[in-house]
């Protein structure tokens, strides 16, 4: 059984809170995720002081009169110390601390905190300077593509493997960039198509209300599922509404376990769990009516019945024509040795 890598995206819904940033790290590690995710970033480094939000973004901060991306980011920073302070409790929770760069400074600063997992996202997959960067450091890389076409898809691995990643160590995922993503527009088997392409690992980075969406993602071959969650998804911020709640995010971690064990190594035999139901549930070959010692059965003689512990309805046509050895009541359960 292959474990999915499950990465717990907290992001930015920490609104700055380093105490809130806490509780979602406490909320992942409870869920069972093996990674909780934020995101780092100089808002300076980032966006241009003209820079408006996005239309999600608007939509998700309803009560936010300023259309800056500038200000809104610069909120959502979390500082040097911040950052060393949340990788000390997730060593103390046992869960993994992530987070994504937006700029070079950033990268930087990531890597000298010892991080051995590069995650880009979505936004930066055009990013050449960027991509070089993370190239040259050699670690393992965990790429999201929304917006992306496979041209671009190409064109970043190109990048990468060039500056010194080696493929194997890059996992595609397949994303769709919008905040909540519509359904029709997920297009899940793109992932596999990812995969088919370019020969990497591939998963599944998911903004779609729910947790169907990633689930399915896992049953269609994802090695990675990421996924945004917030303490309340009525917080103010611009990621909070296509977020799942700390419940759900449990039932999500708890539902890809169970599809991780039951995929099953794809060989088809009786399993154990079932190897106790094949006597009840198949049939045997039983006599239709009573019959004498020296009857020539003939199909007429012959009924197919539960229990499964006689002669398989298989054999039917090795037993027409044989003789009884012994009288027979009705529905007796035919055994060889009652015939000659």
Known sequence: MSKTLIIAEAGVNHNGDINLAKQLIDIAAGAGADIVKFQTFKTEKLVSSSARKAEYQVNNMPGDDDNSQFSMLKKLEL?????????????????????????????DFLAVLGLEIFK?????????????????????????????????IAAMLEVLVSAGTPKENITILHCNTDYPSPFRDVNLRAMQTIGDTFGVA??????????????????LGATVIEKHFTLDRSLEGPDHLASLEPDE??????????????LGDGIKQPTPS???NITV????????????????????????????????PMQLDAVIGRTLAVHAAVEHLLAWEDLQ
């Open 202 to 219: 591939i998963g599944y980075s998911d903004h779609t209300p729910g947790v169907e969406v990633p689930i399915a993602a896992v049953a």
């Open 281 to 312: 549930a198949r049939k045997s070959i039983h006599l239709a009516q009573a019959l004498p010692a020296g009857h020539v059965l003939t199909e007429a003689d012959l009924v197919m019945k539960r229990p499964g512990s006689g002669i398989s």
């Open 274 to 276: 079932e190897q106790k």
């Open 120 to 152: 880009i996202p979505s936004g930066e997959i055009t990013n050449l300077p960027y991509l070089r960067m993370i190239g040259r450091f050699g670690k393992q890389v965990i790429a999201s593509t929304g917006m992306a076409t496979m041209e671009d």
């Open 79 to 107: 500082s040097p110390e911040q950052h060393r302070e949340l990788m000390a409790h997730c060593r103390e929770r046992d869960i993994r601390f992530l987070s994504t760069a937006f700029d070079l400074e950033s990268l």
């Open 249 to 262: 995010l449990q039932h999500m971690v708890r539902a890809i376990r169970h599809i991780e064990v039951a």
